[in-house]
C-alpha cells in the first residue's frame, strides 16, 4: 500500500507524486467551516467517501484532528509519514501543510478546533489515542441539536481527554539521494530483503555510508528503518482484513512469529490485539 502512496520523499510536498490505485478519487482538501464559529470551539463531522480518496497537499487555519474507522488513513507531511489506524487520530496543527490517502472502505472523522479557543497544544503533527470516552465525545459534538450549554461541557471534557499516543507513528523518508533509491525500492516492494552488502555494492557505495546516512536522515539504522517502514505497512494490511500469516508473507518474514516480534518491537503490542481492537471499531 505504501508502495502505490509517495514516490521519494521531499521537503517540498508539489515535489513528490502520490500513486494512486485506480479508481481512486482525487479531492483538494477536506471543508472547513468558514467564517465566524461565534461560541464552537470545535466542530465535528464524518463522511464515508466509498472509494480509495486522496487529498492534495493543503493546509487549514485551524487545527484539525482526524481519525477513521474501517480502514486506513496515511498522511504525509514534509519528510514523514503517519500511518492512522483504527483506535488513533492524527492532530494537525493550523498551518501544517499535508497531504493524505484513505483507504476505500474507511469512514473518516474529522473534528476542527478553533486556535484562539482551544487550551491544548502540541508541538507538530502527533498521533493522539482515540479512546473510547473521547470519540463518543468529538461524535456528540457532530450533532446539530445540541444547545450551547451541552457544547460548551462536552467541549470541555475533550480538552481533558485529549492525549498523545505512547506510540508516535510516524515514519521519517530519508530526503538524501544518497540513500533515496533504497527507500524507493523498500516502499515499492517493503519485503524486499537485500541487506547492506548487496545495497553498498548495487549504489557502489561502502556499507558505512549507507548506515551513517541513515541515521543522520532519519535517526535509525537501515535495519531498523526497514522495520519500522513494515510495520506501517503491516498497519494498512491489518486494517483491510488480512490476518497476521497473511500479512507476515506478504512482508517477506520468513514465519509469523519473527514478524510478530518486530511488530510488538515498534508498536509495543501485538498485530492480532491490534487488529482484534480495529474489528471491533469497524
Known sequence: MLARMFAPAHDDLSLGTWRRDPGTVVRRAVSVPAGDLGPL???AESEVPGAPTDWLP?????HELVWVRGGTLTSRIGNRIFTVPAGFGLWLPAGVIHGGRLTAAAELHDAFFDPGRTPVEFAGPTSITMTPLLESLLLRLARRDLDADARARTEAVV???LDPSERQ????LPG?????????????????DRGLREWAAHLGMSERTITRAFREATGLSFAQWRQALRVHEA??????????REVSEQLGYSQPSTFIAAF?????VTPGLLAKASSSQA
Do not use: N, T, Y
Open 41 to 43: 470551539a470545535i466542530v
Open 58 to 62: 493543503h493546509a487549514h487555519p485551524m
Open 159 to 161: 480538552f481533558d481527554v
Open 169 to 172: 507513528l510516524a515514519l521519517e
Open 176 to 192: 538524501d539521494p544518497r540513500i533515496d533509491p533504497i527507500a524507493e525500492a523498500l516502499l515499492d516492494d517493503p519485503s524486499d
Open 235 to 244: 498497519l494498512a494490511l491489518l486494517s483491510a482484513g488480512a490476518d497476521v
Open 264 to 268: 510488538r518491537r515498534v508498536m509495543k
